[in-house]
């Protein structure tokens, strides 16, 4: 894992003899990229994070083929597969991933190498990205717009009985894969997932007119069924750390798939005792003591009062944009909370990055509070945020009448186009990777290609305005 690109050959040169060229924004980007390798630098550092010899042993993907690979996904939206595949096809992104004539590795190559990226890492880069705009005079920070989002989670839509047949069937895999290698392990052990199936199935074709009379029968079948394999699985665990195998590879085997059988049973637990509460008991469970999938367990439920979503499940997303569409600021929320409450943040976090409070600010009326208003009128930043409820005041009618308040709420407008890109052309509408950690990567990813590309495209007008005046 090297800082810098591998030297070219002969066929490298030769192919770069006939004229081939990037698209216009890709070699923006490139070159952009080629005059800032502090991103590289920081890449680097996460490449070789945890590693006593970096120089050791077989090449991996350089920093700079990492970072450039990294952007170009988000940029095109592609899965890793494609990705791999349109590199090792197409000379121009071999070009502009460095890889020029060399054999490009596998998808799983490419995994590795992004899952080394920490979310700190993306934001240091976006922060960087930012103040090399602000340097180039390119933004300036006078105007910021503000709005919130949903990236979905990469899960089925949650029921009971569909989260107790998942713990099943996962439990009852891992317990066979971990009998392969400890055959004792299994001595009690009785596949339940037939039965468990069939009563998720009948559950989910009950008719609403069924459903009260025999939806508690049968969840109470498919309760103890869980239950069952829940505790057949904690035994298998206790009866392997009690006699592990000799072999100390098969024993590293068995020591994750223990921590693995371990960690579904906690979940398994808690949709046991949420199903419990809410069938058997007839109580309400609150939505923050849910789970919504054991393999996203950190996944929210959101509502924002969308006619055509009105729930959805993942991570409510905190945007703030400059004037020349440059996402300043990122965050991805814990829970439901109100749009509100980031007026304060955001306002810090833009002085943080440009120096100064912006001079316009624009939301739409979710992010409405008297306190807010007064905080932003004090801080001498002009507010453009329409009043939530109540009765106005002459003063307050006046105010959103006016010219400045509706061209704020004109620019305050184009965010909610910015979003649309996100979601539909960065393909941040729903997060493939696992883990809370990764989605926050998939997240600052998406950001970082629209960044990149909004510094190409002000790059490109401005050479356009310089050619024109000469």
């Known amino acids: 894992m090297r800082p810098g690109p591998r030297p070219l050959t002969f066929a490298d040169f030769e192919l770069r003899a006939q004229g081939l060229a990037l698209e216009a924004s890709l070699q923006a980007v490139a070159d952009f990229l080629d005059e800032h390798e502090e991103l590289v630098t920081l890449v680097h550092q996460d490449l070789v994070r945890g590693l006593k010899r970096p120089r050791r042993g077989r090449d991996g993907l350089s920093a700079v083929q990492t970072l450039r690979a990294f ?66 005079g390119l933004e300036d920070g006078a105007q910021l717009r503000v709005d919130t989002t949903v990236v979905e989670t990469d899960i089925h839509w949650p029921t009971d009985s569909t989260l107790l047949w998942d713990a099943v069937r996962v439990l009852t895999r891992l317990i066979q894969r971990l009998g392969e290698h400890v055959p004792s392990a299994l001595g009690g052990f009785v596949d339940h997932t037939r039965r468990a199936r069939r009563r998720r199935q009948e559950i989910s074709r009950l008719s609403a007119g069924e459903r009260p009379r025999q939806q508690t029968r049968k969840y109470r079948d498919l309760l103890g069924v869980t239950a069952t394999v829940v505790a057949t699985a904690r035994a298998a665990v206790a009866t392997t750390r009690t006699t592990p195998p000799a ?10 798939l223990s921590d693995e059988i371990a960690h579904f049973s906690d979940l398994a637990d808690r949709v046991i005792a949420q199903t419990r509460r809410r069938v058997l008991d007839g109580e309400q469970v609150p939505v923050h003591e849910k789970i919504f999938s054991i393999f996203e367990p950190h996944t929210d439920l959101i509502k924002r009062g969308k006619a055509q979503r009105p729930v959805e499940f993942g991570h ?11 996402i300043t600021d990122y965050r991805t929320l814990d829970g439901n909370p109100g749009d509100e409450v980031h007026v304060s943040p955001s306002l810090t976090q833009h002085e943080a990055t440009f ?5 316009g600010y624009a939301a739409d009326r979710g992010f409405y509070t008297p306190a807010n208003v007064q905080a932003l009128t004090a801080a001498g930043v002009s507010e453009c945020v329409p009043q939530r409820g109540g009765h106005k005041t002459a003063e307050r009618t006046a105010h959103e009448k006016s010219r400045a308040f509706k061209r704020g709420q004109r620019f305050r407008a184009g965010i909610e186009g910015r979003i649309s890109v996100l979601l539909r052309g960065r393909g941040m509408r729903r997060c493939p990777l696992h883990g809370r950690e990764r989605f926050e990567v998939f997240v600052g990813a998406a950001v970082l290609a629209n960044n990149l590309l909004r510094i190409a495209v002000l790059l490109d007008q401005r050479a356009g305005r310089r050619r024109r005046a000469a």
């Open 247 to 256: 072999d100390p590879l098969a024993a590293a085997l068995v020591a994750g």
């Open 71 to 136: 952007v170009l996904q988000r940029v095109k939206a592609w899965d890793l597969r494609e990705l791999r595949e349109r590199i090792a096809d197409g000379y121009t992104l071999r070009l502009f991933t460095t890889f020029d004539g060399q054999p490009v590795p596998k998808h799983d190559a490419f995994h590795r190498a992004f899952c080394r990226l920490t979310p700190a890492t993306v934001r240091a880069l976006n922060d960087a990205v930012v103040q090399a705009a602000v340097g180039l």
């Open 316 to 326: 409510k997303v905190f945007l703030a944009e400059s004037r020349q569409g440059f």
């Open 355 to 359: 120096g100064h409070l912006p001079a």
